[in-house]
């Protein structure tokens, strides 16, 4: 069964500070996503990562793939408040399918 | 183009009643996903529906969760009768093609069982 894991779980950094969120995933899966959710908030798709190798950048986060390590980061530049919330990576269960394993989530908190 | 749409947004019922939720998708998508989110635990899926047909509903806990999708249009996940345990945030998330880069998720239905 598909296990996905993600580290840390909670997270409290200062503005301006760089970090990485990681996630990793028990069985070959070909496409990662990453979801932010803001609390009370619906889930929204912030990358899609398709391939292995994968790098996608939006403002201050930038998500990649390892497929062959199974391994996802979300990385954190000089963090800034309107980024808190909780963020989770989701894999699908099996090769050309939609049903998802989502990991426990990262509940990031950024400090002025 | 409106979003994925939940109702409730919230409820509050008591141990042995029924609830039934309601998920209305973007229109156009065939697909259609509930999950779950129990206090504390990770989201899980329940069941996908590809228009009116359940594609997958490995995920439904047992059989008091029924889950219908008239038509292939809106979905309702009814849970009769309901227990403690239920309690969470009931998520439904739809995509246009099987194949689909993402999800797009509804608000979330909160419920509270008593």
């Known amino acids: 069964e598909l296990k996905v894991e993600q580290n840390p779980l909670f997270l409290s950094m200062q503005e301006g500070k760089n970090y990485t969120i990681y996630c990793n995933y028990s069985t070959t899966s070909d496409r990662l996503y990453w979801y932010r959710q803001d609390p009370g908030k619906s889930l929204e798709s912030l990358f899609v990562l398709l391939s292995n190798g994968a790098v996608k950048q939006e403002g201050r986060l930038m998500a990649s793939l390892d497929t062959k390590a199974r391994l996802s980061t979300l990385h954190i530049t000089a963090a800034v408040h309107d980024l808190s919330a909780t963020y989770f990576c989701a894999a699908p269960v099996k090769y050309n399918n939609n049903d998802m394993r989502f990991g426990a989530g990262t509940r990031l908190t950024v400090k002025p | 183009e409106a979003g994925v749409t939940q109702f409730p947004s919230h409820s509050v019922i008591e141990k042995g009643q029924t609830v039934t939720l309601r998920c209305d998708p973007i229109s156009g998508h065939d697909n259609l996903y509930w999950y779950r989110r129990v206090m504390g635990k990770e989201i899980k899926f329940l069941l996908h529906f590809v228009k009116e047909s359940k594609q997958d509903e490995s995920g439904m806990p047992n059989n008091r969760f029924l889950a219908e999708r008239t038509g292939g249009t809106y979905s309702t996940l009814k849970v009769q009768p309901a227990e403690l345990e239920d309690s969470g945030v009931y998520f439904c998330?739809?995509?246009?093609?099987?194949?689909?880069?993402?999800?797009?998720f509804g608000p979330g239905t909160r419920l509270l069982v008593l």
């Open positions: 998330a739809s995509s246009p093609s099987f194949f689909q880069e993402t999800q797009y």
